[in-house]
């Protein structure tokens, strides 16, 4: 089953699969052709230095020019409708450009202010919720999810370290045929965390506890029952309180029904039902909740990437824990506590139906990453954000070249 709801599954990367501020530099027009960016001296191409340690170039117009034919280049093959790209990097400048549009209707351009839905990127959120709860002492990384939540199979021995690092075994709820036909048929019916868990739950364990690493939306949606419990306060507003307040971020959000403020783009999926494309902007994203309903935008994240990479909510032991990753498909790639490290880039990617995101950070170069883009539609089995990011680094970081080449993991949505 491969309808457009499964890529909130794939959003642990496609790599490993969710507001408003000015943004320092200038945005591109429509149809992929931006505008000249801040103005600085020209510098040659960068080149990787030998043994494999090239240093982060300086984002020059020449720089800029070589990501813009890059990133024009991936536009054209996944026929992505628009796209955001934003990188930063201390004493090395920033890019930040727009291509394409943002509504195919009236050819309306893409814009560095728009709202976002971005998909399992709320995975983040919802572990971090999660953690400043061990931080408090209220719970347990180790405690097993049954001393919370009553009738999950296994859960006397799953504990909420093995839900936050995908190795639960759990069944993921997104590809139960049952929960994809109601789904597919009205994508604006609203479904309760206990009916996405029930869905789950009527399949077999796929695997011990602990033995495999699988990206499944059923683990975040058992954590985000957790902290409400715990927490004693609805999801959102914890997660209003307790992260985004304190992290400074204003026009991120964790909506309670298919409200997306505006502005933003419309967004674009193929519907499994119709086999067409289709206007997927106001759908319901309940059925994605603290797995991948959150909403935000380009300096939101740019601000989060920093923060999630480097713990700044969390105590040192916390974050230590967060980061101690577990291999998924490629060697030297890992997931760690609702985060991955991909060749270095430390964060994480999303995917909903019509958008997907890309949020990553480079801790030997301080260097952020943020791609947001208005469609999940994937071109030969890839995320195309992915894709973008592959173009991104294989020219500013060659040696830590975010991988677009393969699959890593089922995407989030």
């Known amino acids: 089953m491969r309808?457009?709801?499964?890529?909130?599954?794939?959003?642990?990367?496609?790599?490993?699969?969710a507001a408003l501020l000015v943004v320092p530099a200038t945005a591109g027009s429509a149809y992929g052709a931006p505008t000249p960016g801040p103005s600085v001296t020209a510098a040659p191409s960068p080149t990787p230095t030998p043994g494999g340690d090239s240093e982060f170039p300086?984002?020059?117009?020449?720089?800029?020019?070589?990501?813009?034919?890059?990133?024009?280049?991936?536009?054209?093959?996944?026929?992505?409708?628009?796209?955001?790209?934003?990188?930063?990097?201390?004493?090395?400048?920033?890019y930040v450009r727009t291509f394409?549009?943002?509504?195919?209707?009236?050819?309306?351009?893409?814009?560095?202010?728009?709202?976002?839905?971005?998909?399992?990127?709320?995975?983040?959120?919802t572990v971090t919720a999660l953690l400043t709860l061990v931080d408090q002492g209220k719970l347990g990384l180790d405690d097993p999810i049954g001393k919370y939540i009553e009738g999950v199979p296994n859960g006397d021995r799953i504990t909420l370290r093995m839900l936050a690092g995908m190795r639960s075994g759990l069944f993921n709820y997104s590809d139960d045929p049952d929960f994809d036909k109601v789904f597919t048929t009205n994508p604006n019916t609203y479904m309760s965390p206990r009916q996405l868990l029930d869905y789950s739950f009527k399949h077999p364990v796929q695997f011990a506890p602990d033995a495999e690493f699988d990206y499944s939306n059923t683990n975040l949606i058992l954590l985000?029952?957790?902290?409400?419990?715990?927490?004693?306060?609805?999801?959102?507003?914890?997660?209003?309180?307790?992260?985004?307040?304190?992290?400074?971020?204003?026009?991120?959000?964790?909506?309670?029904?298919?409200?997306?403020?505006?502005?933003?783009?419309?967004?674009?999926?193929?519907?499994?039902?119709?086999?067409?494309?289709?206007?997927?902007?106001d759908w319901n994203p309940s059925w994605a909740w603290s797995a991948g309903a959150m909403i935000s935008d380009l300096m939101d994240l740019r601000s989060w990437a920093h923060t999630l990479a480097t713990g700044t909510l969390l105590t040192p032991a916390t974050q230590a824990e967060r980061l101690k990753t577990t291999p998924m498909d490629?060697?030297?790639?890992?997931?760690?506590?609702?985060?991955?490290?991909?060749?270095?880039?430390?964060?994480?990617?999303?995917?909903?139906?019509?958008?997907?995101?890309?949020?990553?950070?480079?801790?030997?170069?301080k260097a952020t990453l943020v791609v947001l883009l208005n469609t999940d539609i994937t071109t030969e089995g890839q995320e195309p954000s992915t894709l973008f990011g592959e173009a991104v680094t294989e020219i500013v970081t060659p040696d830590h070249v975010f991988p677009g080449h393969k699959p890593i993991a089922p995407k989030a949505k």
């Open 3 to 17: 309808s457009t709801h499964t890529r909130l599954r794939r959003a642990c990367v496609a790599a490993a699969s």
């Open 58 to 94: 300086q984002l020059t117009p020449a720089v800029a020019a070589q990501l813009d034919v890059a990133i024009r280049k991936v536009l054209g093959e996944t026929q992505v409708p628009g796209v955001i790209v934003g990188l930063w990097a201390p004493g090395k400048g920033s």
């Open 100 to 125: 394409g549009v943002a509504d195919k209707a009236t050819g309306a351009p893409m814009e560095t202010g728009f709202n976002f839905r971005i998909g399992s990127e709320t995975k983040t959120f």
């Open 224 to 281: 985000g029952l957790v902290v409400e419990k715990i927490g004693g306060r609805p999801l959102h507003e914890f997660i209003r309180q307790e992260v985004l307040e304190p992290a400074g971020l204003r026009r991120t959000v964790f909506p309670v029904d298919a409200d997306f403020p505006d502005p933003h783009p419309q967004g674009y999926t193929n519907q499994s039902a119709s086999g067409k494309v289709v206007n997927s902007t």
């Open 330 to 365: 490629i060697p030297g790639d890992g997931y760690g506590l609702g985060i991955f490290n991909v060749q270095g880039w430390i964060g994480h990617n999303g995917s909903l139906p019509g958008y997907e995101s890309l949020t990553i950070y480079l801790p030997e170069d």
